[in-house]
DNA sequence: CGTGTACTTGAATTACATCAAATGATGTGG
DNA sequence: CCACATCATTTGATGTAATTCAAGTACACG
């Protein structure tokens, strides 16, 4: 039995000013002089497949942003179980309850290889000091946050199985380029939907034999969008 | 038949240095010469049952602060059902998506007589041009909301529907001062833990038949801790 | 090429939804 | 203040969907 923990490699210390995806992330509203304000540590991080960014209850001292791949975040429940409660994609600031002084809520887990900066909180309170775009776009990744946790419980904790199901496939599909999309472990989609792992086995290979899905390769399917649509719509 | 708006009672402008409820509210952190900056008009209103604070999708002119009583959070699906996704109680924000130029995205309304401060975004974002004191308490606000919804997903939607009834007496019970709580009409319980509003009439009754809950009056009951605690343990 | 992990499937059981109807509260106008 | 209307709650009977327990199969990885 293997425990190692899993760790990220350090890429450098980024220049924010030239970062490709800026324009989406915390500091898309900064300027020049706002950039030569900071020397502090920001640090530019790869994180392998399932790796985690921080654990639930440790203390809060770096915000992450999402450069490329996808962060789950997971609530430990104390009876052992645990819950997927959000997805972070490219953009999403993560742990933003680091900035008020709170520990973590939750485990944040690369689902896929991910790219993150980390900027410690006193970086980002000592900016916030002094510039109020930060500001902006500060509670603007907060009110992501809050849509986004609102999506969940209204359109992945309702219906039957199959819907939810079928309304997964499509939340993933919104943020796809074409029909392909990455999906979960079946444990993981029952994590998500809060039904059981035979269940969510189930519904992904019914949806399979219907040809609503299609298997591309491993965790990776193409979908038919429309089909989708109609089952979530009853 | 009869469509009449139910309509707020307008109560002033209140003086917010001597609001009862400010060591809770978004103004907590300002101080005297903060204060000075705004004579733009914040109204002080009381909202009677089931009246409606704003409503989904209608654009954010103003943030409300809760001084008494609970706000429901409704949101209105498509198909014409609707889910409970959060509470607001005395000191909470509502309506933060307000401030970033967005939409409500959901209908408040008052579960009991509201008081409610109605501060236009105008009024908070020149605030928070000039006082960065305000910006943190807007940040706090934000966490809270965050908290919120995801206590709500991975307390109240999951289990079985006896376990959801459970966790929703417990979690009204965190903050009232003794065993006696407020309660929901049987199709709000519904709209809540995401059931029917028969299973969840069938298992409030239940539990008034096992003596966990006591019908003290219309919408409120006593409760016995312990036993419901047990219950969401399995 | 084997081994462990992920996935699938089956059968029995339970929990919930659904449809339907009766009873209990609450409030309003005569 | 009563009668009636309306809303809220409870309960029953029945069907369906999901859980549970238990095997089995496919698949990726070293």
Known sequence: MKTETITAAWRG??????????????????????????????????????????????????????????????????????????????????????????????DAVALQPVLACKIPVETLNRLAMETPRLHRQLMRQWHETVIQADAWLTALAVGTARQRVAQLFLYLLDTAPGPVCHFFRRDEVAAILGITTETASRTVAELKREDVIFHVSARWFRCDRDRLQKIVEN
Chains 1, 2 share one sequence.
Request: glycine share 10%; aromatic share 8%; hydrophobic share 40%.
């Open 13 to 106: 210390h980024p220049d924010c000013r030239t970062c490709g995806v800026r324009h989406l992330a915390l500091f898309s509203d900064l300027n020049e002089s706002d950039f030569r304000t900071f020397h502090l540590p920001i640090e530019d991080l790869a994180f392998p497949k399932g790796a985690s960014l921080f654990s639930q209850g440790e203390p809060g001292r770096a915000v992450f942003t999402v450069r490329a791949g996808v962060v789950k975040m997971v609530h430990q429940r104390a009876d052992g179980a645990q819950r997927i409660v959000r997805l972070h994609r490219t953009g999403a600031a993560v742990g933003l309850e680091a900035t008020l002084g709170a520990s973590y809520q939750h």
